[in-house]
């Protein structure tokens, strides 16, 4: 089961895609001491650094503390951008991020194949829906810099690019897909922030995914196909 889009979306919206998968490879993976064959979380360069026992601690890690004061300093955080400056149209670099998306969609399905491995693709859920509420806009963390950040509109319209692309790829490419978005309602019974799923959103989600995989199974048992 494969979750995917909000992060795409992100580096999108910051314009570093490039940048950020490039720098992503060169400081997670340690392919210089990877054999063939290995598991994806063995090459991570945490994991040289843990067999090496030079793991030192970050000081400047986040800290999801029980009163949420971290969140309500974020939010506001956005609340300020979004004053200072709102970015009301599109990310000029889109239609290059959902091509780069579909072929890292592609590699994703090679790997699958590959190990002998089905997948489910789901949509990616998050709040954001155009003209959305005051008080669910103000649950929002999303933000470019201490004075840049999109417009719901923006978010929404930008996230359903993302999906849309997602439900063409696995169409053509003949790939299971649940559209796990339409499925959820965009309030707080399912979600604390932009995407992140609280309590009773982790349960609608897992008895729709629940439903759904059992779909799929049934129907390999039965020789068809849905």
Not at 83 to 100: G, R
Not at 167 to 185: M, Q, T, V, Y
């Amino acid at each position: 089961v494969v979750l995917c889009g909000i992060n795409d979306m992100g580096r999108a919206l910051k314009g570093d895609d490039e940048f950020m998968r490039n720098e992503f490879v060169k400081s997670t993976l340690n392919e210089k001491y990877a054999s063939k064959g290995m598991p994806w979380y063995k090459r991570f360069e945490f994991m040289k650094l843990l067999k090496m026992g030079n793991v030192e601690p970050r000081i400047d890690e986040i800290i999801q503390d029980e009163a949420g004061n971290w969140y309500k300093d974020i939010r506001l955080r956005r609340q300020k951008a979004l004053k200072h400056e709102t970015i009301s149209t599109p990310p000029e670099n889109l239609n290059k991020a959902l091509s780069q998306y579909r072929i890292d969609l592609k590699s994703i399905v090679k790997v699958a194949k590959e190990n002998g491995q089905k997948l489910l693709f789901l949509s990616q859920p998050t709040l954001y829906a155009k003209g959305m509420s005051n008080k669910l806009e103000k649950l929002l963390i999303q933000h470019i810099s201490e004075t840049l950040a999109h417009s719901p509109k923006v978010l929404a319209d930008t996230m359903d690019a993302f999906n849309q692309t997602l439900s063409n790829f696995c169409r053509d490419e003949g790939i299971a897909f649940f559209d796990l978005d339409k499925h959820l309602p965009k309030d707080k019974t399912v979600f604390y922030d932009d995407c992140h799923f609280n309590t009773s959103g982790c349960i609608k989600v897992a008895n729709l995914v629940f439903s759904e995989l059992i779909k799929h199974i049934r129907a390999q048992e039965e020789g068809g196909s849905i």
